[in-house]
């Protein structure tokens, strides 16, 4: 029997694999006698079977911290204690119903009655009215983004060689979001000078440049695997150009879009590395979402608006997880 396990209880606690550390942290989801589902920080389910259960161990962190990455994550626990730790199949296989646009609706109605207008949405997403700020307020991430990146000031910054105060804004900026997990900024953290300088423009490229959003990703991540020795993962390659430039861009979490996609886009896959075509079905796939929550006179400020909408749509209806136990 596969049971869910419950992040209420008060042994939280969070893993990592002994072997794969740039994995990330790790919530355990579920478990049955001879598996165990984990939920990584980037939001992919990890599924080990007995013999590597060794391989994850608990490690320490301060409860604060870990409070949070089970909240950051309780999207793709939900779904993934839902499905009880079936793993998604190939479209032309047997799998779990996608959720309607209309469930996704109904979902996110019962939690914001009044939409993205609604007092609890406005304050816990776009952080109006909150009386201190957390990572999934968007509104001072976009405004400190836009302050940050203008082209003015990296244009300045650049001609100075001010590569070090670049560096830093961005690393400080991207902690105060919960947009990119922190397995994927690990790799910035303690940068020669070299590196930093290489990051500096890669930025400024990738938020300014003249080619098409696509096309920039693609050099970003290609830039990025050569001058850091791995690729960046996708919520780090497309957090900085959505929150300069949120109706433009979509931040891209991998669980997330392969859930959205089992609806819109049958077949579809998303590789590790960012690349151009895989970023434009994204985007596209979100820009539909748009229009479709516009139709129903849904009125969603930004694309960030819209990550936020699939987010909490696309957690597990309870009555469909209790009846799955």
């Given amino acids: 029997m596969t049971q869910a396990l419950s992040d209420d ?19 355990l989801a579920w478990e049955n006698r001879d598996k165990r589902g984990y939920v990584f920080e980037n939001g992919q389910l ?8 060794s391989m994850m161990r608990q490690v320490d962190r301060p409860t604060e911290e870990v409070r949070a990455l089970h909240e950051t994550l309780r999207p793709e626990l939900d779904a993934a204690r839902a499905e009880m730790g079936s793993v998604t199949q190939p479209a032309h296989r047997k799998s779990t119903s996608p959720v309607s646009f209309d469930d996704q609706l109904a979902r996110f109605h019962a939690t914001f009655p009044k939409g993205f207008q609604d007092e609890a949405w406005v304050q816990q997403h776009r952080g109006t009215g909150a009386s ?9 991430s976009v405004e400190e983004a836009q302050q940050q990146l203008d082209p003015a000031v990296l244009d300045k910054r650049v001609a100075g ?6 560096f830093d804004s961005v690393l400080a900026l991207l902690g105060r979001t919960d947009l990119v997990p922190a397995s994927e900024l690990a790799v910035l953290r303690g940068a020669e000078p070299g590196n930093q300088r290489a990051l500096a423009l890669m930025v400024a490229e990738l938020v300014h440049g003249s080619g098409e959003a696509g096309a920039r990703l693609e050099h970003f991540s290609t830039s990025f695997h050569r001058t850091f020795g791995k690729p960046p993962g996708w919520q780090l390659a497309t957090a900085l150009p959505t929150l300069y430039a949120p109706d433009a861009w979509i931040v891209v979490r991998p669980a997330m879009f392969r859930t959205q996609a089992k609806r819109m886009v049958p077949g579809f896959s ?18 539909n979402v748009r229009s479709r929550l516009e139709e129903r006179e849904e009125t969603p400020r930004d694309l960030l608006d819209v990550y936020d909408f699939m987010r909490e749509s696309l957690r597990a209806s309870p009555k469909r997880a209790a009846a799955k136990k």
């Fill in 9 to 27: 209880s008060t042994d939280l606690a969070v893993f990592e694999h002994k072997k794969r550390r740039e994995w990330g942290l790790a919530v």
């Fill in 46 to 53: 990890r599924v080990l079977v007995q013999a590597f259960f």
């Fill in 132 to 140: 201190r700020r957390v990572g999934a307020h968007r509104d001072p």
């Fill in 161 to 166: 060689e001010e590569y070090r105060a670049i």
């Fill in 270 to 287: 998303l590789p590790k590395t960012p690349g151009a075509a895989a970023y434009r079905r994204c985007l596209a796939m979100a820009q």
